[in-house]
């Protein structure tokens, strides 16, 4: 088969106003950037005030192997399946991070026939809203850091007479906001800035920082949950950067740099449309994280998709109990919408996975073993997808299990799954579907559209597992206990501490965003499966005021990840044409 | 007087597409970013290929003031001038640099009447060029980190086996490539990079580091003098960032990261098409520093509007031993064309203050006594101007003095300045024009238009100070002694020993790039005027083989500026329309 990005290259595509007007969207709300992508206006939504919303499927998946189960293959190929069978759809994905692209996992816009197109200008820059986030992000870093050596140079009188604004007197050991860069660097992790030579201290004051992922910043976070600019202007001045000495929060309005942060941020506030291989107008913005945030792409590009199609396809990262319960407790909340419908994407080689029996490196070629037929290490790992299917049915959501089949999958697994799914009973409407999107494209995903208008006849009956007004104790029970499984949450003492701190700080309305492995539904990725009888231990928590949530670190989450030995950017390069090659 | 935001959101702007149609660019080498903006493709220049070349304005300044003397301002209110008078013509500026829009200096889109315009799109993000920079930069430096950490954690020989890659053998005390930010930045500029926890080293490789703001990446410097896609290739993979242990260059190449830089470039490598506040045609393209780079806009973009337009109108930075120096010196042997006029832009306030009688800090209100009369100040700073004119007639370009007109000027003064320009007798045809285009636009530059067509009719005689052939000591004395008029040059140990070491490794055909500071023609920012022996102290020598010179460090040139107290990010926000205020 071709690469992805030979595939797209070979397909015809529509310019990107043709695919707006025919999605309904004005010229007035379009700004075309170049013929095959164009920022939508949010103003849109007032436009459309009056329209009935459609249906909003979420994808999940299984508890996946580090390679994932293909669930943006399955996003798009469920889009161009629906449209296949007449429905009006759109897709709304995440804006892929280009650290992953030029690390391990390569691009983020499907692949084979289910792909967003032109993936290379998906998979880099696109429109330039993850380099809006990363500008404003440092900016607020950058103002933090000046301000804290002008009233250390000048002392706090002398600042404030000087410059007529209050010394914010921050606490040197009591900084909360890191810089970000969008890029794998593992050294950049754990760094000390302001050094100085010779006793000088021209260069600011000497800390210790570090550099997070720009998915990872609070500011993508908030670019994905802001119902509209002034939302979004204001979330922003919410941001706690620090503390000062009497341990009280200093935000970013304290640091007059909130206005420039929503300035620099002010067209990423604009979904930006492109299309798939087969012309289904698809919305690509902001890409939090799944763990430190939630996972998910825009709540605005949500609602401009259900106001104009019947079906709006999106995802959720990792399995279940990452990326869709962030979904449906964080971002379904803050959008007073949860989804219709939740296709769980399995795989033949991931539920092995999960049996245990076979172990995944990222990188590392998959072992040939894990597609030869294994009847019982299936069985097993069938254990996790009814977990998953489990736990979508406790937000009251119907459940579509689409199998993503590889080409060395056999006929006999692919239909052993079908049936340990149709014979196990579920407390919700449960249908499975084999996918092809990847090589057949929206044909080789009409079986699957079929069963998730099917399940959608159903009135939706979503409910969260929390509401915002709960004690944050009892938040985190809720996904713990209630949405994992778990027996019990521990806290550490740190997190006890924090914990009474953020209620004496007047932060107990906010939701929980778990951060935890996304290989294992515990906190442990070694534990596969479907485990029971657990702890969830809770290191530490962590605010951000803005985007309206507390994460809670639940073991080691990577929030900047590294490179390997062979990265994927040694594959890239220009051919004589100017083309763009190796990219996948 | 209105702001510069408030004047250029009051100005009715022509769609791009229709600008760009009228400058002679079709539809088919057009990517309009919205409807006003547009990347150009450089492509153009094939369909161009057999049409004459027209006349090349070069822009530059006295020593300047730290407020800088309106070159910005003089060179778009120049273009606008000879679109009055019926003349074709092109301005082309370099992209503003964010961290100066938000620390001291404010936006970089000229002012008043004279604008490129919308300047918030200019001043911010633009189509993302500085972004891919950027992000191509750092690319390059989490590359080489991860190579040092993963051969260092395998061993140079498992490392080789493991990978099929060479062990590249970096001396981790010896490298040159640091990070970058497009921010005022001051605490990153001295870091330490790979901290672990207790004892392990798990995030790399403990060393010192450092970012620099992106305009002073080498990146920005090739994306300005690269001729084409495949020579930026052909250079990004020229650079040197490391030495190995045995003081052998490891090159960007080595590291097998040229490609994705490249790739990560492709479309900064296209100028992007906006218009002045009268409808002027401006091609906006790269921004590097004018001083450890050449400080000029794009050879593409010039080679555009030469052979779109009669006259094309650019700018150096700083005053015409730094800028102008460099595009004679380095962008014209690299693009093969000098320019046929220069533009030198005096202000009374500026020439007065190269008295030596006035003192200014950057960020603080002008004293009010400079806008008083005192003509002994005036014809004492005069001296400086002399310097100027007599630099241009160097490299045999006739000159026009611009004088930037203040409101507070006196006649009696500009009266006092223009007698003393035609008082004096020069080498090369001169003459002198009041420009009002701050107050008045292209209406306030037509004395301006006349007097630069005029000068254009005298047959260029253009010539460099130096041919890249000589040796380097030649072609540095020949930029302090022909060029600056210094007695000699003076070599620090550590630059004598830098300059056996280039020769001996084959870098002798490089250009010379003087690195020092822009307030004085000497490299002490607190000699004013025309200053005689003197010498030029090289302290260190830094090889840039991608952009294809040799930097001089002459005194301490800062790479990474630094916020003051109160920056002007303080005055950005968003009103509750969503437009963007307190942009000046």
Not at 92 to 118: D, E, H, L, N, T
Not at 122 to 127: D, G, P, S, Y
Not at 551 to 567: F, I, R, S
């Given at each position: 088969m071709k690469s992805d990005i030979e595939i797209c290259r070979e397909t015809r595509l529509t310019p990107i106003d043709r695919i707006a007007l025919d999605a309904g969207i004005e010229a007035q709300d379009l700004t075309p950037q170049g013929s095959l992508k164009a920022k939508v206006k949010p103003a849109i939504l007032k436009r459309l005030i009056n329209k009935p919303e459609g249906k909003l499927i979420l994808v999940t998946a299984i508890t996946p192997t580090p390679l994932g189960e293909g669930k943006t293959v399955t996003t798009i190929g469920l889009a161009q399946g629906l449209a296949k069978?007449?429905?009006?759809?759109?897709?709304?994905?995440?804006?892929?991070?280009?650290?992953?692209?030029?690390?391990?996992?390569?691009?983020?816009?499907?692949?084979?026939?289910?792909?967003?197109?032109?993936?290379?200008?998906?998979?880099?820059?696109?429109?330039?809203d993850i380099h809006a986030v990363t500008a404003a992000h440092n900016l607020a870093a950058a103002a933090l850091d000046a301000r804290l050596y002008h009233e250390s140079r000048l002392?706090?009188?002398?600042?404030?007479?000087?410059?007529?604004?209050?010394?914010?007197?921050?606490?040197?050991?009591?900084?909360?906001?890191?810089?970000?860069?969008?890029?794998?660097?593992?050294?950049?992790?754990?760094?000390?800035?302001?050094?100085?030579e010779s006793g000088k201290t021209i260069n600011g004051l000497e800390r210790h920082d570090g550099f997070d992922i720009s998915a990872a910043s609070e500011l993508m976070a908030i670019l994905a949950l802001a119902t509209d600019l002034a939302d979004m202007r204001q979330r922003i001045g919410k941001i706690v950067v620090a503390y000062n000495l009497d341990g009280d929060p200093v935000t970013t309005e304290d640091l007059n740099v909130a206005g420039a942060m929503a300035v620099t941020m002010c067209e990423a506030i604009e979904p930006t449309l492109m299309q798939t291989l087969e012309g289904v107008p698809t919305l690509i913005h902001a890409g939090p994280f799944a763990n430190i945030a939630h996972g998910n792409s825009s709540i605005i590009a949500d609602?401009?998709?259900?106001?104009?199609?019947?079906?709006?396809?999106?995802?959720?990262?990792?399995?279940?109990?990452?990326?869709?319960?962030?979904?449906?407790?964080?971002?379904?909340?803050?959008?007073?919408?949860?989804?219709?419908?939740?296709?769980?994407?399995?795989?033949?080689?991931?539920?092995?996975?999960?049996?245990?029996?076979?172990?995944?490196?990222?990188?590392?070629?998959?072992?040939?073993?894990?597609?030869?037929?294994?009847?019982?290490?299936?069985?097993?790992?069938?254990?996790?997808?009814?977990?998953?299917?489990?736990?979508?049915?406790?937000?009251?959501?119907?459940?579509?299990?689409?199998?993503?089949?590889f080409p060395q999958d056999t006929k006999q697994e692919l239909e052993q799954l079908k049936q340990?799914?149709?014979?196990?009973?579920?407390?919700?409407h449960v249908d499975v579907a084999l996918s092809d999107a990847f090589s057949k494209g929206g044909d080789g995903a009409i079986e699957l559209a079929h069963a998730v208008v099917n399940a959608c006849k159903t009135p939706a009956n979503f409910k969260p597992l929390y509401t915002l007004d709960q004690t944050i104790e009892e938040k985190l029970m809720a996904v713990a206990e209630i949405g994992y499984g778990a027996k019990n949450i521990e806290l550490s003492p740190l997190a006890t501490q924090q914990l009474a701190q953020l209620?004496?700080?007047?932060?107990?309305?906010?939701?929980?965003?778990?951060?935890?492995?996304?290989?294992?539904?515990?906190?442990?990725?070694h534990i596969k499966g479907a485990p029971t009888n657990f702890t969830v231990p809770v290191r530490e928590l962590k605010l951000c005021a803005g985007a309206g949530f507390i994460?809670?670190?639940?073991?080691?989450?990577?929030?900047?990840?590294?490179?390997?030995?062979?990265?994927a950017f040694m594959n890239l390069d220009l051919d004589e044409n100017g083309n763009i090659i190796g990219l996948s």
């Open positions: 069978i007449k429905r009006s759809v759109f897709a709304c994905i995440r804006q892929p991070s280009m650290g992953p692209v030029f690390g391990i996992k390569g691009g983020a816009a499907g692949g084979g026939y289910s792909q967003v197109a032109p993936m290379e200008k998906l998979n880099l820059h696109l429109t330039g002392g706090y009188d002398a600042f404030a007479a000087h410059t007529d604004l209050p010394a914010l007197r921050i606490d040197i050991n009591n900084i909360s906001w890191k810089r970000v860069m969008d890029h794998n660097d593992r050294a950049l992790r754990m760094i000390t800035v302001g050094q100085n609602k401009i998709a259900l106001k104009l199609s019947d079906f709006t396809v999106t995802e959720g990262g990792f399995g279940s109990d990452m990326g869709f319960e962030k979904a449906c407790n964080i971002k379904a909340q803050q959008a007073q919408r949860g989804p219709d419908c939740a296709v769980v994407v399995a795989t033949l080689r991931g539920l092995k996975a999960n049996s245990g029996l076979y172990d995944f490196q990222p990188g590392q070629p998959l072992p040939d073993s894990i597609f030869e037929p294994d009847s019982a290490a299936l069985s097993a790992g069938f254990e996790n997808l009814r977990w998953h299917i489990n736990n979508a049915a406790k937000y009251g959501v119907p459940v579509v299990v689409a199998i993503n089949r340990l799914i149709l014979d196990t009973t579920f407390d919700i209620k004496a700080q007047g932060f107990n309305n906010l939701a929980i965003c778990m951060a935890k492995t996304p290989l294992s539904i515990t906190t442990d990725p994460y809670a670190l639940c073991g080691n989450v990577m929030t900047m990840p590294g490179l390997p030995e062979k990265p």
